[in-house]
């Protein structure tokens, strides 16, 4: 899980090239920012997207209403639902 914490500020160093960094200080520069306020906003911005494609699930209308359908009258468990909660059981919730 992702904690905003303030305290003392963490350190990242990055190896790139000088052409990396020209166009990086030259980006900045545009953006009235330091390298380093530029390269973090851009690296938050890219991490923000990417989480959000992996954490979240976007439904089609259709979609939507088999899911709803689905939770309000779930199937019956068959065998591979009910290995599938004993191999969850086992493995996530080891201690209950």
């Known amino acids: 899980m ?3 914490e303030t305290g003392k500020p ?7 090239d000088a052409y990396a960094k020209q166009k990086l ?5 545009y953006s ?4 380093s306020e530029f390269v973090l ?3 938050l911005t890219a991490a923000e997207h990417i989480i959000s494609e992996h954490e979240q699930i976007t439904l089609s209308a259709a979609d939507w ?5 689905a939770l309000e009258n779930p199937p019956p468990r068959n065998n591979k639902l009910k ?3 004993q191999l969850h059981q086992n ?5 209950a």
């Open 41 to 43: 906003s851009q690296a």
């Open 91 to 95: 493995s996530v919730l080891p201690n």
């Open 2 to 4: 992702i904690t905003t």
């Open 25 to 29: 200080e030259k980006a900045a520069s």
């Open 83 to 85: 290995q599938a909660l």
């Open 65 to 69: 209403n088999i899911f709803l359908e």
């Open 32 to 35: 009235h920012k330091s390298l």
């Open 10 to 16: 963490q350190r990242m160093h990055i190896r790139l």
